[in-house]
Structures are given as C-alpha cells and as structure tokens.
C-alpha cells in the first residue's frame, strides 16, 4: 500500500463513520480496510478472485467483500458515497473500460452522489 495514495483517498471527502465506501478491484482489501479503520466508514470491497477476497475477509470482519467485477457492478439497494479504485485499470482491456466507468456513475447517480 502506499501512503500517499490512502492520503488522497482519506482526504478526497468527507469519509466518515456513516459513510458507505466502495472499493472496485479490492484484491487483499489493503485500502479499504485501511479506510474503514481510519473513519469507521461502512466499507465494502469487490473483487473476481476468490482467492484474494479469502485473503480479504481473514484480514477484516468490518469490510463487507464480494465477488464482483467493476464493468458489472450488482449491489442493489445500497449507495456510495466514494466509489475508488487503485491498481486496477490496467487489468481491463480497452473495451471494457466505457462499461467500468459507466457502471460506477450509475452507483453514483443511484446515490445521487456526485462522482469524486
């Protein structure tokens, strides 16, 4: 994890304990853990790997992780209030970027949150 990162992201918003914070592409949870201990925020973490999401889940109980992909977002019922993702782009191919994107500012716009 870098630390400038995480700073960026802690100081992004008003991330606070009624806040709902989710990671797109959260692999072992390294950000959004460090959030929701930073702020006592909501945090919720996907990811496509098993794998990483059982690394995630033994590393938090706080965090809610699930399997999911950025390009297909399914968390029906919730909104965010930050919608991030570090390390992740280079891992969708050019044509799935337009779908990742506009999956999110459809979170967003559910939220009626305005994209950060």
Same mark, same amino acid.
């Given at each position: ?20 914070? %989710? ?51 399914? %968390? ?5 209030? %930050?919608?991030?993702?570090?390390? #992740? ?7 799935? %970027?337009?779908? #990742? ?16």
């Amino acid at each position: 994890m870098r630390p400038e990162v995480l700073k960026q992201l802690l100081s992004s918003g008003e991330i606070a304990a009624a806040s709902q914070v %989710l990671e797109v592409g959260c692999g072992t949870g390294n950000y959004i853990i460090a959030i929701e201990q930073a702020t006592g925020c909501q945090g919720w973490g996907i990811d496509p790997s098993a794998e990483m999401l059982a690394r995630a889940r033994a590393r938090s109980c706080a965090v809610s992780f699930r399997p999911g992909r950025g390009e297909k977002l399914a %968390l029906p019922g919730r909104h965010f209030d %930050l919608v991030f993702s570090v390390d #992740v782009i280079h891992h969708n191919v050019q044509f799935q %970027l337009p779908h #990742v994107f506009n999956s999110t500012r459809t979170e967003l716009f559910r939220s009626r949150v305005n994209a950060r």
